[in-house]
């Protein structure tokens, strides 16, 4: 089951944090700690919520506090699961940004208007993000870097974005 369309992704529990209950949170925000903004935060299914609070940096996460979690055992049984804000809760981004779940799904059009696929996925490794398209015209997913360049126009009504590849793609 996926996440409805009111809830967006903003981070994932890395596994326990000590003995008590305390989690190692990955954010997905701009801002990592911001995630404390936004709660309660969701599980993928809708079935748990929980109330967050952060209690200190961590290498490569925060530590955290979650609503009902109270020992080692309940917290590593959550690791690995993502957590989702309500959509109204997070801030309103400006026209030339967008949640990475607005573009997934997406019709991806070249630049005469010829279907080349949709998007499957959003990633970041570190340069950038970048576009997985997959469609039937793709010997293999074509992962485009998501600049202006590449990709001039997001319409979100529409659900369709024109990429304009560089040629080596």
């Not at 404390?36 to 209690?55: H, I, M, N, V």
């Not at 993502?82 to 949640?99: C, G, K, Q, V």
Request: hydrophobic share 40%; glycine share 12%; net charge negative.
């Amino acid at each position: 089951m996926t996440a409805p369309k009111d809830r967006i992704c903003v981070g994932a529990i890395a596994g326990a944090f000590g003995v008590q209950g305390e989690v190692r949170l990955k954010s997905f925000c701009a801002e990592p700690s911001a995630i404390a903004d936004y709660g309660p935060l969701w599980t993928e299914d809708g079935a748990l919520s929980f109330k967050l609070r952060l209690t200190r940096p961590l290498a490569g996460g925060l530590g955290a506090r979650l609503s009902g979690v109270a020992n080692k055992e309940e917290a590593d049984a959550l690791k690995g699961t993502h957590l989702y804000a309500d959509r109204a809760r997070l801030p309103r981004l400006p026209d030339d940004e967008f949640y990475h779940s607005d573009l997934i799904g997406l019709e991806v059009c070249d630049t005469g208007g010829a279907v080349l696929g949709r998007v499957q996925s959003v990633q970041n490794h570190g340069a950038g993000d970048f576009l997985e398209i997959t469609g039937p015209g793709l010997k293999q997913a074509l992962l485009l870097p998501f600049t202006r360049a590449n990709v001039p126009t997001v319409d979100l009504v529409a659900g369709v974005l024109v990429a304009d590849p560089p040629e080596e793609l």
